[in-house]
């Protein structure tokens, strides 16, 4: 099955004609980002994962916070902006494509609705995915009722058994996706990588919370493999991968990934700590700066201590904002921050320097008359 698939059957037939409605409100409706330069992007990396430019994948960059990439079986691929947020590295982000690329190859969407049909059930065959696309319809201003009657379907009077079949999938997914990552060149333990930052960030919001962890366990209603042993699942396919590969140079693509996201990763960011989660952001925060911190990521920690507001809180949000402002990169909101702090500890003088920053590098602020008037008191 090529990137260029055609639908054979009148099941494929069905499924395609339901998503390809759902796609032409999608690629109208404000819920995709529209970044030519991120779309570009995905779809390079998607060709050193086929080994050739796709020519019949499109791809949606999707403004929602959660961590989720989906593909479906017309070739349509969703990749929400939540998870570019947490990929750290090219790598990173191939291994996540390259799984989704397993689903849609091995044909994962139409053998779950194949089964279903056989046990006269309605089955959850798309996962996560059509939870997510029956919010973006709804986004778009239809009703949808053609993709509702679909998704209900297909997500309801689930049966244990295609629960398991479900996870076996994922598996499936899983060692496409990584043989793909190896073919292209890229570090194979970066799919183990992606599943251990997430289990850290849940355990870091855990433990900002006063919250016991409590990581995913195998049951009968799931519908993923659970988390720890998908990890070391990956981890120990990556190390037998690489000593069959051994004279391969592997790489993790991070540079260019830095690059690629750097226009919109304060956008990426702001979604996520908007989400109230101090500690997974936090955690998010401090895994950008690993390399090195900049003003950027200086001001996201201030703003999360800021939100938060716990006892002690105000003091590190001051602390961060004046350290962002250290930074040549300091985002304007940097110097707005750190101005009204100033102000508040009582040192006016230098406040008032630093709101006065602000305006120079956000003239048109919409709250540039606000600022205005607080300098001039």
């Given at each position: 099955m090529g990137d260029d698939y055609q639908p054979a059957d009148v099941d494929e037939r069905g499924l395609w004609?339901?998503?390809?409605?759902?796609?032409?409100?999608?690629?109208?409706?404000?819920?995709?980002?529209?970044s030519p330069d991120l779309q570009s992007y995905t779809l390079d990396v998607l060709g050193r994962l086929l080994g050739h430019a796709p020519t019949g994948i499109r791809v949606y960059i999707v403004r929602e916070s959660s961590f989720n990439a989906s593909m479906f079986p017309n070739g349509m691929m969703l990749v929400q902006t939540g998870f570019m947020a947490h990929a750290m590295n090219e790598a990173q982000y191939a291994a996540v494509l390259g799984?989704?690329?397993?689903?849609?190859?091995?044909?994962?969407?139409?053998?779950?609705?194949?089964?279903?049909?056989?046990?006269?059930?309605?089955?959850?065959?798309?996962?996560?995915?059509?939870?997510?696309?029956?919010?973006?319809?709804?986004?778009?201003?239809?009703?949808g009722q053609g993709w509702i009657d679909l998704a209900n379907a297909i997500n309801t009077n689930l049966v244990a058994s295609v629960f398991r079949f479900s996870r076996d999938l994922e598996t499936e997914a899983d060692a496409y996706g990584i043989m793909m990552m190896t073919r292209a060149g890229y570090q194979p333990s970066a799919a183990s990588d992606v599943w251990r930052q997430l289990i850290e960030q849940r355990q870091r919001s855990a433990a900002m919370r006063d919250k016991r962890f409590k990581p995913s366990q195998v049951d009968t209603l799931s519908t993923h493999p659970p988390e720890q042993a998908r990890m070391k699942d990956l981890l120990d396919t990556a190390e037998e991968l690489k000593r069959h590969n051994s004279s391969t140079v592997f790489e993790d693509g991070a540079d260019r990934w830095r690059a690629a996201i750097k226009p919109h990763r304060a956008?990426?960011?702001?979604?996520?700590?908007?989400?109230?989660?101090?500690?997974?952001?936090?955690?998010?925060?401090?895994?950008?700066?690993?390399?090195?911190?900049?003003?950027?990521?200086?001001?996201?920690?201030?703003?999360?201590?800021?939100?938060?507001?716990?006892?002690?809180?105000?003091?590190?949000?001051?602390?961060?904002?004046?350290?962002?402002?250290?930074?040549?990169?300091?985002?304007?909101?940097?110097?707005?921050?750190?101005?009204?702090?100033?102000?508040?500890?009582?040192?006016?003088?230098?406040?008032?320097?630093?709101?006065?920053?602000?305006?120079?590098?956000?003239?048109?602020?919409?709250?540039?008359?606000?600022?205005?008037?607080?300098?001039?008191?």
């Open positions: 004609q339901s998503l390809e409605r759902f796609e032409e409100d999608l690629a109208n409706s404000s819920t995709v980002l529209k799984h989704e690329c397993g689903h849609y190859f091995r044909k994962h969407i139409l053998q779950g609705y194949r089964d279903r049909r056989v046990k006269s059930a309605a089955i959850a065959f798309v996962g996560a995915g059509a939870n997510a696309i029956g919010g973006y319809a709804s986004a778009t201003g239809h009703n956008m990426l960011l702001e979604e996520q700590v908007k989400l109230n989660d101090p500690g997974a952001s936090l955690y998010l925060i401090e895994q950008h700066a690993k390399d090195s911190w900049d003003g950027e990521l200086r001001f996201f920690q201030g703003e999360v201590y800021r939100l938060r507001g716990a006892e002690g809180d105000k003091v590190q949000a001051a602390e961060a904002y004046a350290a962002a402002v250290a930074f040549q990169d300091a985002p304007a909101s940097a110097w707005k921050a750190h101005g009204y702090e100033l102000l508040k500890s009582g040192k006016a003088v230098e406040g008032k320097v630093a709101l006065s920053r602000y305006l120079e590098l956000q003239p048109e602020a919409p709250d540039a008359a606000m600022v205005k008037f607080t300098i001039n008191q």
